[in-house]
């Protein structure tokens, strides 16, 4: 092809209708699968071998912003590539016996086609955005390729061509691109070498240091691109075969010019980011089977711990094969709960290479036998202790915190540790000491009966402040923690409803279906954001109810149409069990009371009709225009798998239900909290925030108006430190009985009499996948910044710690509530400098909206401000740090003091959204 088509086609990409993109600042090369997805996003762009990533990965990299490419080895083709049988034999030049693959004449077309047909369109097509191109030298292995090197360069050239007519908005980075023709060079997006300084061998096995005259030949040939294209990034890719030293070597490739990117010689490490990406994520090993996860004391009884800790849990069970990547690049910490027995030294040992002060390994449960497990505890002994047991050297909260009985004769084993902080030391009649709950440099131990008390019916108390234990076991110091309770500095609010029984007639005047008694007394009469669902069996002509389908469809048509409602979907026969319908064990049969989904007549429950299916009745029945279906609500055991959540995050849908928060009081308090979701492979279920009234009402067996008893459970999760938003979550058939009805508007009248920002359950799940699937930098000088999907509009500090608003951006103010500092995040990049002084000058103290912009400056020794704010209310604002503000421009709202705080109070009559500017003193 002649040059001047190739700059035609070069204009042709810079000139598409595909915005540009800037150059990437932090580029990987990721070969691995076990990275949680949250840490990829500290990248611009990150290769990605085909097969090991997830439908699910891409997309959610794509939608937090971070280029998902393809490794594609055009030169050679290894013997266990799945499209290995399919090579003709004379598309092989030869053999790379260190890799085991064969050499392909790229010079062919065929080959060219085969490589674009087989190996990119199917890449594209799943939604990798770019393509790293690896081996492009392979051809100087054999003597073919040696004898006419040219024309492998033409040819790859013209393959190069092809990729980018075929996919123009498609990013390429080519490995050691040197030998190909200029008239390409404006079609490639980045160039990447590997081996600066530091090397690796893979034939050996050995890491290497590169010598000056390979260096010096390297900077000969890239030269050209410095000089021609200097708007083309250079990456340079050097090995380390561990962590400790890496951010140095990348600062150092940085400084010369390069965009860096060290790893192993796997390329299965993580390479550290700039600015600095901060650890989140904590492995969390149970010993249950991996598809009981949900199940296990770790998931149950630490996630929500770990959680508003701010850290993400990525839960793997001992009963799998241990991991096979580093720990050291993306974990902060491990947590092991050994519960059931199921250990293994081999698993322990590969923790134990791992362990250190910077990646602590925290044990609680059962003491392990295995010497190895037992390694990973610090333990100087074991044995079992005489009784009566003495306590001494408590910490504060030890036998202060729920439950107060530490056990005087456990009859099992207890460790005395090497060394360490401990929390309770235990005296044994002969004097012995022993040390159920310690701290040390590269962790702690809780061992049982010493981490929870037991009570009836799977209650559980917490014998000590497990958060403080863990912030000293894991050494977390001063982490913003992402939260997903509160906005503006006030407590979210949600309510939602599931479709059962909304064909139910209620036992009130004219027997009216529930539905109407919901709409009319509480949709109605309670004008918050509610998230309603039907189900499609109950309501739809051809379902289970015919003759009541016209009634229920205009019912459910009246409340899609209120504003205040979003639509979801609760499933097409309302499934019991989800494991089945994916191949999983069926459950026990004491368990089937009710079948295995509603009994509709020759139809067996299937993930398709269930989702899309429901899906699609909604919108095309039930809906108004330009308002879809938006949530999706489990049903039954809410315990979908991942095809499951996959389906649901096609349609771009947010799933909620499951989990089974509801702490009372007399029974489990934070024990009864479960975590905020339930991560299944690279999908993500979010749990209801609060159980609804079947856990109230024992089943809806009585009492009726036991839904009013959600109230303690709201005051409880406050208590603890504001563990949950007020979630308001309830079936149709609450509008049947008058208990019910009367509990529910208890219920109701309680949640709008707090501190609150009402907010859509599908606002509260994004904001807990944000949580889940987001990357936390440092900059250099101490600035949070965060990456991923959405940014987050609150996050905790710690107490003595404040936001520091002259050096921050996008930071409205904080709050102090339920024992907690809330700081407010606006708009899509914010940064957070954080100060051990208190701010100074006008910032929002709370609100009971979403902030969505801001701006604060001093001019002439005036504070300005400007905000816009939208909720779902008459907007009401509290502004602290300052006496005096006037209204300059915006929204007319009355202005107040608060009686309590003294801070200056902003109120719209009935206006949801308010912009104003102010000038304070």
Not at 328 to 356: H, K, P
Not at 866 to 891: F, R, Y
């Amino acid at each position: 092809m002649s040059r001047t088509c190739l700059l035609l086609i070069a204009l042709l990409v810079s000139n598409s209708a595909f915005p540009a993109q800037p150059s990437p600042h932090n580029v990987a090369f990721y070969y691995g699968s076990e990275a949680p997805i949250g840490s990829l996003y500290a990248y611009d762009w990150v290769v990605l071998q085909q097969d090991r990533a997830s439908d699910a990965r891409l997309e959610l990299l794509r939608k937090g912003g971070t280029r998902p490419l393809t490794y594609i080895s055009i030169g050679e083709m290894a013997r266990s590539h799945r499209y290995y049988p399919q090579l003709k034999d004379h598309w092989k030049l030869g053999e790379n016996t260190a890799w085991q693959s064969s050499v392909l004449d790229v010079s062919n077309p065929e080959v060219q086609q085969f490589i674009l047909d087989k190996l990119i369109a199917p890449a594209i097509e799943r939604g990798f955005q770019g393509v790293f191109m690896d081996t492009m030298d392979s051809h100087l292995l054999t003597s073919k390729g040696k004898e006419n090197p040219s024309k492998f360069a033409e040819s790859q050239a013209r393959l190069i061509q092809a990729f980018k007519q075929r996919y123009p908005a498609a990013k390429l980075i080519v490995n050691r691109g040197f030998h190909l023709p200029e008239s390409i060079h404006p079609l490639i997006d980045a160039l990447a070498f590997e081996s600066w300084r530091d090397g690796y061998d893979a034939s050996r096995n050995q890491y290497t240091t590169v010598s000056d005259s390979d260096r010096e030949w390297l900077e000969g040939q890239l030269r050209h691109w410095r000089e021609g294209h200097p708007d083309v990034p250079l990456i340079a890719i050097d090995y380390a075969a561990r962590g400790n030293d890496t951010a140095e070597q990348a600062r150092r490739l940085r400084d010369e010019g390069f965009v860096p990117y060290i790893s192993n010689g796997a390329l299965n490490r993580l390479g550290p980011t700039e600015p600095a990406t901060v650890k989140r994520h904590v492995l969390v090993i149970h010993d249950l089977p991996a598809e009981r996860m949900d199940q296990s004391a770790a998931h149950r009884r630490l996630g929500i711990i770990l959680e508003r800790l701010g850290l993400v849990p990525v839960y793997r069970s001992a009963l799998e094969p241990h991991p096979e990547e580093p720990l050291d690049d993306r974990y902060a910490g491990a947590v092991i709960w050994w519960e059931t027995g199921n250990r293994s030294n081999g698993l322990c040992r590969w923790l134990a290479e791992w362990q250190s002060p910077t990646l602590p390994i925290v044990t609680f449960g059962q003491v392990p036998i295995e010497p190895a497990c037992r390694a990973l505890m610090n333990i100087g002994r074991v044995a079992i202790p005489g009784s009566p047991l003495v306590f001494s050297s408590l910490q504060p909260s030890v036998g202060e915190y729920e439950g107060g009985r530490l056990p005087p004769s456990p009859g099992t084993p207890l460790p005395a540790m090497r060394t360490g902080n401990t929390w309770m030391t235990a005296t044994s009649e002969d004097g012995s000491q022993f040390h159920p709950v310690y701290s040390f440099e590269e962790g702690g131990t809780a061992v049982a009966p010493f981490v929870l008390e037991y009570g009836p019916d799977d209650q559980a108390f917490w014998l000590f402040n497990p958060f403080d234990f863990l912030r000293e076991a894991l050494n977390l110091g001063t982490l913003p923690a992402i939260d997903s309770t509160t906005e503006s500095g006030r407590r979210i609010l949600t309510a939602h409803i599931d479709g059962d029984g909304l064909v139910s007639r209620a036992e009130l005047p004219g027997t009216p279906l529930s539905a109407e008694v919901i709409q009319r007394q509480i949709l109605r009469r309670f004008p918050l954001p509610h998230t309603v669902s039907v189900i499609e069996a109950e309501t739809s002509p051809q379902g289970l109810y015919p003759d009541t389908s016209a009634e229920a469809e205009a019912l459910a048509r009246q409340m899609f149409r209120l504003e205040n409602v979003e639509v979801a979907s609760h499933t097409y026969s309302h499934p019991f069990f989800w494991q089945p319908l994916e191949g999983g064990p069926a459950p026990k049969s004491d368990f089937v009371q009710y079948g295995y989904s509603m009994n509709v007549p020759n139809y067996n429950a299937n993930l398709k009709r269930e989702i899309e299916g429901s899906v699609s009745y909604v919108n095309e029945r039930l809906t108004p225009p330009g308002k879809p279906v938006s949530v999706f609500l489990w049903t039954g055991d809410a315990r979908p798998g991942e095809r499951a959540l996959s389906k649901v995050r096609r349609l771009g849908l947010v799933n909620v239900n499951g989990g089974n928060t509801h702490p009372v009081p007399f029974g489990s308090e934070l024990a009864g909290v479960w975590p905020d979701a339930r991560p299944v492979g690279d999908e993500l279920q979010i749990y209801a925030p609060v159980m609804n009234e079947n856990v109230y009402t024992n089943l809806w067996t009585g009492p009726f108006y036991g839904f009013r008893n959600v109230i303690d459970t709201f005051e409880i999760l406050e208590k603890k430190g504001r563990l949950k938003p007020i979630g308001i979550y309830y079936h149709f058939y609450s509008g049947t009985r008058p208990e019910s009805l009367n509990a529910l508007k208890e219920v109701y009248l309680y949640a709008i009499d707090q501190s609150i920002t009402p907010l859509h359950l599908s606002d509260y799940a994004q904001r807990v996948q944000t949580q889940y699937f987001t990357a936390m930098t440092v900059t250099r000088d101490g600035g949070y910044q965060w990456r991923g999907i959405g940014a987050p509009s609150t996050v905790k500090i710690p107490s003595d710690l404040f936001p520091d608003l002259a050096r921050s951006h996008g930071v409205a103010g904080y709050n102090d509530v339920a024992g907690q500092r809330f700081v407010h995040l606006v708009g899509a990049d914010p940064l957070l400098h954080l100060t051990p002084t208190s701010t100074n000058g006008p910032y929002v103290e709370s609100a009971n909206a979403v902030i969505s912009e801001w701006r604060r400056s001093k001019v002439a020794g005036k504070w300005l401000l400007s905000m816009v704010l939208h909720g779902h209310q008459p907007v009401n604002l509290k502004l602290a740090g300052s006496n005096q503000c006037d209204i300059t421009n915006g929204s007319p709202v009355q202005k107040s003091r608060d009686a309590d705080s003294q801070s200056l109070v902003f109120s719209a009559a009935d206006s949801h959204e308010i912009r104003l500017e102010l000038e304070c003193i």
